[in-house]
């Protein structure tokens, strides 16, 4: 077989973007590319004694055989001490249905956990406009692909 005719599969580097939320004095890490990327930069990012479950939770989790034989496209991670890691092992910018509505998912889960951190319970007929601004906000800036940093 000609070398040229083969298709060249290239791995793309990993990037990531913390979202803060001065409302709520948290924030949503979202990170693109690789379990074993991804493994490396939480382990220098989230190094605090009171994060080891966030990294505990990533290494039992995070392989590319459970993310691409399970079928799942996404993950949100959490921490008792409030830390999330939405983390997407591939995201084109080129706005996919797909893949947006997988990150948008994830940036929900995010949302429910930190308002849920925050002592905030959710009740439809109440505060749900808290649940959906934080959601919006954080989809809006996910999806800025230069706010991005490479790993």
């Known amino acids: 077989m000609d070398m040229s005719s083969k298709?060249?599969?290239?791995?793309?580097?990993?990037?990531?973007q913390y979202i803060h939320c001065d409302v709520y004095k948290h924030g949503v890490s979202v990170f693109i590319g690789d379990c074993e990327?991804?493994?490396?930069?939480?382990k220098?990012?989230?190094?605090?004694?009171?994060?080891?479950?966030l990294i505990q939770s990533i290494e039992e989790h995070c392989t590319d055989e459970n993310y691409f034989e399970n079928d799942v496209a996404a993950r949100c991670y959490d921490s008792?001490?409030?830390?999330?890691?939405?983390?997407?092992?591939?995201?084109?910018?080129?706005?996919?249905?797909?893949?947006?509505?997988n990150l948008s998912h994830e940036l929900l889960h995010a949302t429910f956990l930190m308002l849920d951190f925050i002592g905030m319970e959710y009740r439809y007929q109440g505060n749900n406009e808290a649940y959906t601004y934080l959601h919006e906000y954080l989809l809006k800036h996910a999806l800025i692909e230069k706010d991005y940093k490479k790993v």
């Open 7 to 16: 298709k060249k599969v290239e791995k793309k580097k990993a990037v990531y």
């Open 44 to 53: 220098k990012f989230y190094n605090e004694p009171q994060e080891k479950d």
């Open 80 to 101: 008792d001490s409030g830390q999330y890691i939405v983390h997407l092992p591939s995201f084109s910018f080129s706005y996919n249905p797909i893949e947006i509505s």
């Open 37 to 42: 990327s991804l493994r490396k930069w939480a």
